[in-house]
């Protein structure tokens, strides 16, 4: 069974840093591309960033230069380095990653920036 597994949110005051991780139960390298996306109360899930197997990353315009993700396929794991974070910011964090043709979701992890 393929699992994705976030750690690593919590609660933050403005202008802080979180480094989210995601645990695959598989071997990263087999996941492209593997991303982050976040949902905050009342809106659609959005694209954070994500990587390809190749090491190429794609950010929202909304987190550029603030946030960087990186995989680590030696640990099976996916990273999301956030600076500089904004109330709005606060969502559910969610890890994803595309396998052999079926896109895996991790349960999410919280974050909450105050202001």
């Known amino acids: 069974q393929v699992q994705l597994v976030e750690s690593g949110g919590g609660l933050v005051q403005a202008g802080g840093s979180l480094r989210l991780s995601c645990s695959a139960s598989?071997?990263?390298?087999?996941?492209?591309?593997m991303g982050w996306y976040r949902q905050a109360p009342g809106k659609q899930r959005e694209l954070v960033a994500t990587?390809?197997?190749?090491?190429?990353?794609n950010y929202a315009d909304s987190v550029k230069g603030r946030f960087t993700i990186s995989r680590d396929n030696a640990k099976n794991t996916v990273y999301l380095q956030m600076n500089s974070l904004k109330p709005e910011d606060t969502a559910v964090y969610l890890c994803?990653?595309?396998?052999?043709?079926?896109?895996?979701w991790g349960q999410g992890t919280q974050v909450t920036v105050s202001s």
């Open positions: 990587i390809t197997s190749g090491g190429s990353t």
């Open positions: 598989r071997n990263t390298f087999s996941f492209n591309p």
């Open positions: 994803n990653g595309f396998r052999r043709g079926i896109d895996y």
